[in-house]
């Protein structure tokens, strides 16, 4: 079992758990979330970070056919960061953000962040990584909700600023499982 917790756990759009501690199997099965506030001790080997666990990223481009895309940008308003990266500010049209990377590598999608985060200082970060993890995988069929007996790979979104809520050019993001 792997224990892991942070500020907040970004379960899904409408679910964010505070001082909560998440627990997988070796193949990423959820099978237990512990609160630390109603627990009287706190669990054995949990390894404590600062920042936010959400669910992995999801690449739309990867995942669904080019016709379902095409129907998905009438819907959402959606950013290819592979090819495309944003160079205004991103004007709230009522329609949710999605960002599609292309490829769910860290190492690309923390050097994109880092370009875009100043046009993306409008929305909060559980906007924003919405827009990266659940509504692509609802798009696409995938699993998206931390929730026990789901499995995915948890991401931790790290140097957010927790007083504003937002992405900050610092903020990057990396594996835990």
Known sequence: MKRFSSQLIFCSPEKILRRTVIEQDDQNKISHFISLDQSVYEPAQTQFFDGIISSEIVSLKENISIEKLDKTKNEYHYFDLSTELI????????KPLLF???KNN????NSKFKLVS????RFTIF????????LPAQIAAKNSILKVNNISSLILWSN???STM???EKT???FLS
């Open 106 to 109: 860290t190492e690309i999608i």
């Open 166 to 168: 937002k992405l900050t």
């Open 127 to 134: 906007e924003i990584i919405a827009a990266c993890t659940s």
């Open 100 to 102: 599609d990377f292309g």
């Open 118 to 121: 100043t046009f993306l200082n």
């Open 172 to 174: 990057f993001i990396r």
């Open 160 to 162: 957010v600023d927790f």
């Open 87 to 94: 160079s205004s500010e991103i004007i709230s049209d009522g």
